[in-house]
């Protein structure tokens, strides 16, 4: 299977826990994106990223929430001090980060905050 | 006014009708647009994608873009049960380089056998 894959499917954190998400881009995409789905809400983008590089950042939450995308290894998305609201789906895309390339989905994972 | 706005629904029909889902948006400079289709407990699935203005058609599905209204539709012929999920519109543009989606809430759809 060549398709986005994240994991894990889905992780119990309690409050003040740290949460790492991790995603591995399609074969041949280079650019990662990070997005959250929070229950009756649309996908909201989090956060682009690039090997070793983050491109935008803009809907990220400016405390507890960091991503990295190394050049070897997969994307990680960290969630400090995890508290009830961080409870979502958080999917990760990929793309060739050609202009307007479509972005592929993984089957993200769902954060349960306890 | 939301960047882009689409109707919650929940949509019912009958197998084999045909299905028009609708999104409208505010932001002038989208230049793409794509449907996403989302199963239960999974991730989006890119259903079409088009560039600009026009008609797509890709099997059952059809996608139109009408930019001077700011609207577009996905339509689908000859519904089946497996076509019952949450349908999602996103559109972007590449001002700055970066390809963030925007998304529709989602409809959800039912097709009933």
């Known amino acids: 299977n060549a398709g986005v894959m994240q994991n894990p499917r889905h992780l119990v954190r309690r409050r003040g826990q740290e949460a790492r998400l991790r995603c591995s881009p399609m074969k041949g995409h280079s650019h990662v994106y990070w997005y959250r789905q929070l229950p009756e809400e649309g996908l909201k983008f989090m956060v682009y990223l690039q090997k070793e590089n983050i491109i935008d950042e803009s809907g990220m939450p400016k405390e507890r929430f960091s991503a990295e995308f190394p050049k070897e290894g997969p994307s990680i998305l960290r969630i400090q001090q995890v508290v009830r609201g961080d409870s979502a789906a958080y999917f990760c895309?990929?793309?060739?980060?050609?202009?307007?390339?479509?972005?592929?989905f993984g089957n993200g994972t769902r954060l349960t905050v306890t | 006014q939301k960047e882009v706005e689409q109707d919650p629904g929940p949509l019912s029909v009958p197998e084999g009708a045909i299905v028009s889902l609708n999104c409208t948006y505010s932001?002038?400079?989208?230049?793409?647009f794509m449907w996403y289709r989302q199963y239960s407990r999974k991730g989006p699935e890119l259903l079409m994608y088009?560039?600009?203005?026009g008609n797509k058609e890709d099997g059952r599905f059809t996608a139109q873009v009408d930019k001077s209204s700011k609207y577009i539709s996905l339509f689908i012929r000859d519904s089946q049960p497996s076509d019952s999920a949450t349908y999602l519109c996103a559109m972007s543009s590449t001002q700055g380089g970066s390809e963030k989606l925007v998304f529709g809430k989602g409809t959800k759809l039912t097709v009933n056998p």
């Open positions: 088009t560039y600009s203005s």
């Open positions: 895309a990929s793309s060739t980060g050609q202009g307007g390339s479509p972005l592929h």
């Open positions: 932001n002038s400079a989208f230049q793409y």
